[in-house]
């Protein structure tokens, strides 16, 4: 790869920011918990005890607050233990989890559908038939060292943090920032245009309201199309 485009004195720009964020994941498993409990603290401490019996660890469940800061709860600590073997905007392939959200639960939402469709399209069993999955949409709270690349001089490189599937610059950046102590980026969502996402590189930016808002979508995906409905609520993408 070709040498980053930036300047060293551009990371001067980083600065402590913080937004709500949402982020949408496979229900099937949060849903399930959540059956057996009645609050977000009972939640977490479940989520603690199946997380303990898996390690085959024992202990007391950690003490609660009015907002769950990780490691405490699966929502936020699941893209960091997972590493893909398909590379993300800012993490190539097999590296460590890096936290997705968007600031608007449409751009949230256009990012699954984006991923639903990409995954239906390379599957050669599934590309006639529609598949249905059930998506939890949930907002927490990113705060923490940052960089907008909406904001001069990063803005400069837009077309770089903006294409399609060539992420060979935007990784190139999130190696950099977290070297540097960054512990988010904030960017222009390119599957919705307009939006702004958060890119996060530190569990411990991460939190949660509690309560915090949430929502159950449906989701259907064919080859042409992706839809996901709550309620009256209802998002289509053509593709």
Known sequence: MSQPAWSEDWFDT?????VA???????QYIVATMRLVDNLREQAILEQVL??????LAGPPRSRSARLYAPQHELLTAAFRHRSPHASR??????AGVWYGAQTLHAAA???????WRFLSASAGLRDKALLTEHLFFQAQVGGLAIDLG????????????????YSQTQALAKDSIARGVRWLRYESVRHPGGRCA?????????LDDPFPQQTWHCKTTLDSVMLQHDADRFEWRF
């Open 21 to 27: 964020s949402w982020r949408g994941v496979d229900a």
């Open 90 to 95: 800012f993490r190539p392939a097999g590296a």
């Open 151 to 166: 904001l001069p001089p990063w803005v400069k490189l837009r077309e770089a943090w903006t294409r399609d599937r060539d």
């Open 199 to 207: 890119a996060v590189f530190d569990v411990l930016a991460l939190s």
């Open 110 to 116: 256009a990012e699954v559908a984006y991923w639903r």
């Open 51 to 56: 997380q303990n019996a898996q390690s085959g």
């Open 14 to 18: 980083a600065t402590p920011l913080g």
